[in-house]
Structures are given as structure tokens and as C-alpha cells.
């Protein structure tokens, strides 16, 4: 069987962290978001985080007018962010759930418990032309929620994947993301997946059939330092193209 290529998402929101810690204007993500289109990235993926301590709405706004490749907003569902979302209009918004204290998105959206709310932003989003997709755990029954409340696409959430310390965890892991996406792809959802991936932990997801997309930052930015953005940029691609046929 033939395998479509895997989209390359770069996450540049690491880009941000550094030039906040220091609150000036450099290391600038929306430059880094340049170089990577430039690397052959598919698409440019930010979070904009309601504590802001990364990515600031300037930098999605510059974003929107200098990319080539479609803007992949990360965004929490609320009232606030949906709004600056149709002020931008991003190609997608992935809506992740979101806890101020957390180190990153810890986990996945619960669909079920927020049925209502996630299904008027999909609808009030696609109304703008903006495509939705939500962050959810390799679980079948997110899967089915998320098919009823119409997006068109579901990002799975690799962490549990990535954090594995023995082969048996992660092929267990790897078992229940490959089951999930068979699952989305039988209810013609798109299937991405992104968090904790990485240069080694790619090769054995980017085997599966049903992924069309990744989105990876922090092992990006942080082996940047090492071999330049550019050149960490190219290697992931080759990584997913060299696994995607093997
Ligand atoms: N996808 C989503 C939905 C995320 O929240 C994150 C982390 O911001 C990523 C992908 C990228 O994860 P990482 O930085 O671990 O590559």
C-alpha cells in the first residue's frame, strides 16, 4: 500500500519561551516560523496560552500575514480565545485543554463533559471557514464524541506514547494510538498527533497508515541549539519519510 506523507507541524511556541524569559524581542518565533516554512515545514503551529507566557497575540497576528503554509492555532475553548480566533482567522484552531499550572497540556480534552460548548465553537469556527480539530487521548470513545460534535479532525496526544521507558510500555502504547486511529479513520476523521515526539519515538509512529499529521516542538527547538533549526527541521522530515517506507 502506498503511504501519503506525513505533514510536518513545527511548533515554534519554544522559540517564545526563550525571548520571555528575558521579555525582549528576541529569539522572534514569528523569524523562526520563517526559517522552518523555508526547512520544508507543512504548517506553522503556536499555542496562544490564556497566561500568555509564550506566544503573544502579536506573534499569531504577524503569522497570519507572512506565512505560506496554513497557521495551526492551539487555543483553550473559551469565549475569549474564539474571538481573536475569527479576528485571525488561522487555517485550523486545534482546541486543547488547558490548566494554568500545568508545564504543558497535560492531557486531552474531555469531549463528553463539554459536548455543548466544543460543538458551538466547531460550528461558530467553520461558519469563519476555519477548520476544527480537537486534542484528545487515544480513547475510542473521545473519538466518537468528537465525530458528533463535527470537527473534521482529531489530534491524538502521544505523551503517554513518548514517556514510555520500556519496549513493552510502548508498544502498548503504540497499540492503543494505532487502534485509535484506524477508529477516526473509519469515521473519515483526519488524524494528527502530536506531543513529546521526537527524532527516535517518531519511528514507529510515523508506520501508521491513518497519520496525516504531526506537530512537534520542544525536540525541534531544543536540538536546534546543537544542529541549527534549519538542519533539525530537515532531519525530522527525513526521519518521517525514511520510517513512513520502512
Ligand atoms: N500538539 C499539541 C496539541 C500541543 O499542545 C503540543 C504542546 O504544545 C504539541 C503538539 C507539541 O508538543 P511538543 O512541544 O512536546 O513537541
Redesign the pocket.
Known amino acids: 500500500m502506498m503511504l501519503t506523507r506525513i505533514r510536518l507541524g513545527v511548533?515554534v511556541?519554544?522559540v517564545a519561551t526563550l525571548r520571555e524569559a528575558r521579555k525582549i524581542s528576541e529569539p522572534d518565533p514569528v523569524q523562526a516560523a520563517i526559517f522552518a516554512e523555508q526547512a520544508g515545514a507543512d504548517q506553522i503551529?503556536v499555542?496562544l496560552r490564556e497566561d500568555r507566557r509564550h506566544i503573544q497575540e502579536r506573534d499569531v497576528m504577524l503569522l497570519r500575514e507572512v506565512l505560506h503554509v496554513p497557521l495551526n492555532l492551539?487555543m483553550a475553548p473559551t469565549q475569549e480565545m474564539v474571538h481573536f480566533a475569527l479576528k485571525v482567522k488561522p487555517d485550523i484552531v486545534?482546541l486543547?485543554p488547558e490548566r494554568r499550572e500545568e508545564v504543558?497540556?497535560e492531557g486531552g480534552l474531555d469531549i463528553s463533559r463539554n459536548k455543548d460548548i466544543l460543538s458551538r465553537i466547531t460550528n461558530h469556527l467553520g461558519d469563519a471557514g476555519i477548520q476544527t480539530a480537537v486534542?484528545i487521548a487515544p480513547d475510542l470513545q473521545q473519538i466518537k464524541e468528537a465525530k458528533r460534535i463535527g470537527v473534521s479532525a482529531i489530534?491524538l496526544h502521544t505523551g503517554e506514547y513518548a514517556n514510555t521507558r520500556t519496549h513493552a510500555e510502548r508498544d502498548r502504547r503504540l497499540n492503543i494510538l494505532k487502534e485509535a486511529c484506524r477508529a477516526a479513520a473509519r469515521v473519515s476523521l483526519q488524524v494528527h498527533a502530536?506531543?513529546?515526539?521526537n527524532l527516535h519515538n517518531i519511528a514507529l509512529l510515523a508506520q501508521i497508515p491513518e497519520l496525516e499529521e504531526v506537530?512537534?516542538?520542544?525536540?525541534i527547538v531544543g536540538r536546534a541549539i546543537f544542529v541549527g533549526f534549519t538542519k533539525a527541521i530537515q532531519e525530522m522530515r527525513t526521519a518521517l519519510d525514511l520510517y513512513r517506507h520502512t
Open positions: 511548533n511556541d519554544h503551529t499555542h492551539e486545534t486543547v504543558t497540556t486534542f489530534e502530536g506531543h513529546g515526539l506537530n512537534i516542538g520542544h525536540s
